[in-house]
């Protein structure tokens, strides 16, 4: 009763401070942790059916960036779905949904052996859980699940002081017409933990509020979309549509009818009368998505609809007003196209009023992991494993390697890996751990930024007597097929990654026989 005493005041002390919320709940699981002696804790967040580590102590870094989906992990519906603690019996068929990822057992696939939690409430609603988990079978006795039912209470007037805290802070903003930041976990969330993407984050939220056209920048998978979705999410056009468009997937000859619209007639096919992009975006965002890749004809007429807010359908004789935030994305360097004449001078600098370069995912320090947690247990549900976890070894292999397709590619990195797995032989009931070589990285070649270098094939004694015609092909080949693998077989962002034209790179893999 003495130690329990002692874990109030250390509580309560931490209450009264005035420490960053993130600070708090971290320190909160670390006090509970030490006071029962076990192998992990964590405090999750429920929203829309989903729960989301806010703070974990005990367990490897990638726990972070799970996401439960209660329905697919009973033990955590058991728990939610009573008030009091809720125990799990060493020998219980439910599997624990940390198995395998105890932080100091990295190295073993090693079950829960012994598991307790409570759902916690504020204000009187469910708000998420607590989850204590070991791997000695009887750490946690009657007594220590009677503890864990009156710590409740301490637990959830910890997390009601985070939320008021973020709930002074979004009057602040509104008091300013700011808009009030969205708290919660949203559509398209943006995991990482590292510096950059932070700071990053706290940028975008600024800008969010103005309606300043913003040129989002970065290379092919570093998630310009989700980005572009959070400004207008945190914008005071949060209520009123975001229009996305792919430019790289519009044909010219199509192109304007989607943006602008067209009248009846205007063109053969055209039976009935269309409203285009910019019309249906009216009032919210319109999201412009590779838009290094317009046509110059429709460049210009977006830069009328960007400088005077009126659009015309085509066929149309009679100007339309709207009211359109643009946000616009790119992997290209533009002032590089209008160098070259392939990009206008006078849109290039409309659209990058306010440009937010993208960190690449090689640039957020320890990022890797988390992400890598977040699409283990989404493949983990997908497939019906019991457990997906990342070796030590892969772990230092993926936080080593380079990400030329940045998050894209680690998330079909482990895609693959997870399918490999199966293919050969897991057993969906075990805990599976990936090894460096299910991660199939080593044959992917990492290149250096802005442009892959070419290492010529080596020449054997054999290969000596080669034409140099032979070995010219052999290596433009293996540059090719390098440069496809880094943007997923995107043949246009592969001819910019080669820095050649992409009808020049078409018919020299046709001449190579590569298509």
Same mark, same amino acid.
């Given at each position: ?23 708090? $709940? ?326 990058? &009023? ?83 070589? $299910? ?8 290149? @250096?930024? @802005?442009?892959?270098? &070419? ?28 440069? $496809? ?14 820095? &050649? ?15």
């Amino acid at each position: 009763m003495v130690v329990m005493t002692m874990l109030y005041e250390l509580l309560l002390a931490d209450l009264a401070a005035e420490l960053p919320s993130a600070v708090r $709940l971290q320190s909160l699981v670390r006090m509970v942790r030490e006071h029962f002696g076990c192998g992990a804790v964590c405090l999750l967040r429920l929203q829309d059916g989903v729960l989301s580590p806010v703070a974990v102590e005990g367990l490897v870094r990638e726990a972070l960036g799970r996401r439960f989906v209660v329905a697919q992990h009973p033990r955590l519906a058991a728990i939610l779905a009573s008030r009091s603690t809720v125990a799990f019996a060493p020998d219980s068929p439910l599997s624990d949904p940390y198995d395998g990822l105890l932080e100091h057992h990295v190295g073993e696939a090693l079950p829960v052996h012994d598991c307790m939690g409570i759902s916690l409430y504020v204000n009187g609603e469910l708000w998420g859980a607590m989850t204590l988990d070991a791997l000695t079978a009887g750490t946690f006795d009657q007594d220590a699940r009677d503890q864990l039912q009156r710590l409740a209470l301490t637990v959830s007037a910890a997390v009601r002081m985070t939320r008021l805290e973020r709930d002074i802070r979004a009057l602040r903003l509104a008091r300013q017409d700011s808009p009030v930041p969205l708290g919660d976990r949203q559509e398209g969330e943006i995991l990482g933990q590292s510096t950059g993407l932070k700071r990053l984050l706290h940028e975008l939220d600024v800008v969010a509020d103005s309606d300043l056209p913003v040129l989002l920048t970065g290379e092919t998978g570093v998630g310009k979309d989700l980005f572009a979705r959070r400004l207008h999410q945190r914008s005071p056009r949060r209520e009123r549509p975001l229009v996305q468009v792919n430019c790289a997937a519009l044909p010219e000859s199509l192109a304007e009818s989607e943006l602008f619209g067209h009248v009846k007639g205007a063109f053969s096919g055209a039976g009935n009368a269309r409203p285009g992009r910019f019309e249906a975006a009216d009032g919210g965002t319109l999201f412009l998505d590779e838009v290094g890749e317009l046509p110059l004809g429709i460049q210009a007429k977006l830069l009328r609809a960007l400088q005077n807010g009126e659009i015309q359908r085509l066929g149309e004789d009679a100007p339309r007003k709207v009211n359109v935030r643009v946000i616009a994305a790119t992997n290209r360097q533009l002032h590089d196209s209008v160098r070259d004449g392939h990009f206008r001078a006078d849109l290039y600098h409309r659209l990058s &009023v306010y440009p937010v370069p993208i960190p690449p995912l090689r640039e957020r320090e320890g990022d890797v992991l988390v992400l890598a947690g977040h699409f283990l247990e989404l493949n983990r549900g997908r497939l019906g494993l019991r457990s997906l976890r990342l070796s030590p070894a892969a772990e230092r292999a993926l936080c080593a390697y380079a990400w030329p397709g940045n998050v894209r590619e680690l998330e079909h990195v482990i895609s693959r890996a997870a399918i490999k797995a199966l293919s050969r032989g897991a057993d969906r009931a075990d805990i599976i751990s990936l090894e460096p070589e $299910l991660l199939d990285l080593a044959g992917d070649t990492v290149l @250096p930024e @802005p442009a892959r270098a &070419v290492n010529m094939p080596e020449i054997t004694a054999p290969q000596a007597l080669a034409s140099l015609q032979q070995v010219t092909n052999q290596a433009q080949q293996q540059a090719i097929e390098q440069a $496809l693998a880094a943007t997923e077989h995107n043949w246009a962002a592969a001819a910019r990654l080669l820095e &050649v034209d992409p009808s020049n790179l078409h018919k020299l893999a046709k001449r190579l026989g590569m298509k």
